[in-house]
């Protein structure tokens, strides 16, 4: 299995960025999909996740109403719009898969199976 993230790079506030993550290796449609992000010296945290067929997503606090999580099954391909981006969106952000798995995407990083490298994302002020 391989999680390829895309998309990074150094934005100004304010800004907006696409994380992409493509998948391999896995039946794609029957995993839940998460981002993360960890910052320095913090915990690795679930900013969105997306049910197995994108019907039902997860949001944390942070990022609802900035953040937009969607997934293309026929590209193997999850995405993260990321709006009105912060100095402390900065993180390296990681994609995971979590699955076989048809309930609601859960924000626990235990319950994913798969995970990217990581792309980072910094946002200068």
């Known amino acids: 299995v391989q999680l390829v993230e895309s998309g990074g790079g150094l934005v100004q506030a304010g800004n907006s960025l696409k994380l992409s993550c493509a998948a391999s290796?896995?039946?794609?449609?029957?995993?839940?999909m998460g981002w993360f992000r960890q910052a320095p010296g913090k915990e690795r945290e679930c900013v969105a996740a997306?049910?197995?067929?994108?019907?039902?997503?997860y949001y944390a606090d942070s990022a609802k109403g900035r953040f937009t999580i969607s997934r293309d099954n026929a590209k193997n391909t999850v995405y993260l719009q990321m709006n009105s981006l912060k100095p402390e969106d900065t993180a390296v952000y990681y994609c995971?898969?979590?699955?076989?798995?048809?309930?609601?995407?859960?924000?626990?990083?235990?319950?994913?199976?798969?995970w990217g490298q990581g792309t980072q994302v910094t946002v200068s002020s």
């Open positions: 995971a898969a979590d699955g076989p798995w048809i309930g609601n995407p859960v924000p626990d990083p235990r319950e994913y199976d798969y």
């Open positions: 290796g896995l039946t794609f449609n029957y995993y839940s």
């Open positions: 997306i049910s197995r067929t994108g019907g039902r997503t």
